[in-house]
């Protein structure tokens, strides 16, 4: 069984979105990254795809998912927080790569 790399982004950004989202140690933050994830999901998996067309939000969702991630990993003491904050980093930096044309498919 083969899942698509953007599926799994996809799932992995919401995954350590809904971790940050548990823990409600910071305000804001956690709850932009799990949205944001959740309307790529919707776009990824064709329910919201009219999204695509008014703005260019396929850029616009994994930077804001970066800077709250970001934000989270820059003020947590928690090894948990940590680990999440940085797979979404990392997953977010992936696909501003991918969109960016940076890494070719």
Do not use: C
């Not at 982004?9 to 990254?33: G, N, Q, Y």
């Not at 919201?48 to 008014?54: G, K, S």
């Not at 970001?70 to 003491?77: A, C, D, F, L, P």
Request: charged fraction near 15%; avoid cysteine.
């Amino acid at each position: 069984m083969q899942i698509p790399l953007a599926t799994a982004l996809v799932v992995t950004a919401i995954l350590s979105s809904a971790v940050l989202v548990v823990d409600r140690e910071h305000r804001s933050s956690p709850f932009v990254a799990i949205g944001a994830a959740v309307i790529q999901a919707l776009i990824l998996f064709g329910f919201a795809d009219f999204l695509r067309n008014i703005w260019r939000i396929d850029f616009i969702l994994p930077a804001a998912q970066f800077i709250a991630a970001y934000t989270v990993w820059s003020e947590t003491q928690k090894k948990r927080l940590t680990t999440a904050s940085t797979v979404l980093l990392t997953v977010t930096m992936i696909e501003l790569a991918f969109l960016l044309g940076r890494i070719r498919a």
